[in-house]
């Protein structure tokens, strides 16, 4: 148990929709991670929270979002789904910057009918 | 643009073979980090390296970083069922602020 929580496990919505998934770090980390990593892929970096300030972005969509919260938990939203947008999301966190070792969550798995 | 590559992307091997699997990067690395993620779960932390030409074990898994820091290589001796899973290597690279690329990571598939 890498100490990082994710919620739902699965979500199962269709396309058009607009899903939120959440991601509780491990106590004492401040830095969020979002991943996006499609069927037997690689991870795609999304996006990157410190301390509730967006500190680095990767290829994620205009329809897709995200903040972290005072209390440090992160919500990516997801909007107008597509089919396309199926995949397993994880977040991961991190002590502090860029450079430290990430723990992940166990993912949530995304699919949109 | 930066990148983190990894080859090879899938890699069989007979139960007790040796396996490799390298990660190179276009520009120098302040780190190396590798991750595993076995079938259906999420990636898992292995190790960190930092200097250059490090080499770090761990049971039966050699991490090494190249001298130029450039390029990293992770080996297992004799392959075993609870191996299979991927193998990711990460490292930060500067775009105008550091963010950890993950590389596309290798499959391993181990035959009992």
């Known amino acids: 148990d890498s100490g990082v929580t994710q919620t739902p496990k699965h979500l199962i919505t269709a396309t058009g929709q607009r899903v939120t998934l959440r991601c509780s770090p491990r106590s004492g980390d401040l830095s969020v991670y979002w991943y996006q990593q499609s069927l037997d892929q690689g991870l795609q970096f999304l996006i990157q929270?410190?301390?509730?300030?967006?500190?680095a972005k990767g290829n994620i969509l205009e329809r897709f979002s995200a903040q972290q919260f005072p209390d440090l938990h992160s919500e990516l939203n997801l909007s107008s789904l597509e089919l396309g947008d199926s995949a397993l999301y994880f977040c991961?966190?991190?002590?502090?910057?860029?450079?430290?070792?990430?723990?992940f969550g166990p993912g949530t798995r995304l699919t949109v009918l | 643009g930066q990148q983190v590559m990894q080859i090879p992307q899938y890699q069989h091997v007979q139960e007790g073979e040796d396996f490799t699997t390298y990660c190179n990067s276009s520009?120098?690395?302040?780190?190396i980090q590798w991750y595993k993620q076995r079938p259906g779960g999420h990636p898992v932390f292995l190790i960190q390296?930092?200097?250059?030409?490090e080499v770090k074990k761990q049971k039966r898994l050699t991490f090494q970083f190249g001298e130029a820091k450039k390029n990293s290589s992770l080996h297992i001796t004799a392959t075993q069922t609870t191996d299979v899973g991927t193998y990711f290597c990460?490292?930060?690279?500067?775009?105008?602020?550091?963010?950890?690329?993950f590389g596309a990571g290798t499959r391993l598939f181990v035959k009992a």
């Open positions: 390296l930092v200097k250059s030409g």
């Open positions: 520009t120098t690395l302040s780190n």
């Open positions: 991961a966190s991190s002590r502090a910057g860029s450079t430290d070792t990430q723990y």
């Open positions: 929270y410190y301390n509730g300030e967006e500190r």
């Open positions: 990460a490292g930060p690279v500067d775009t105008g602020g550091f963010k950890t690329i």
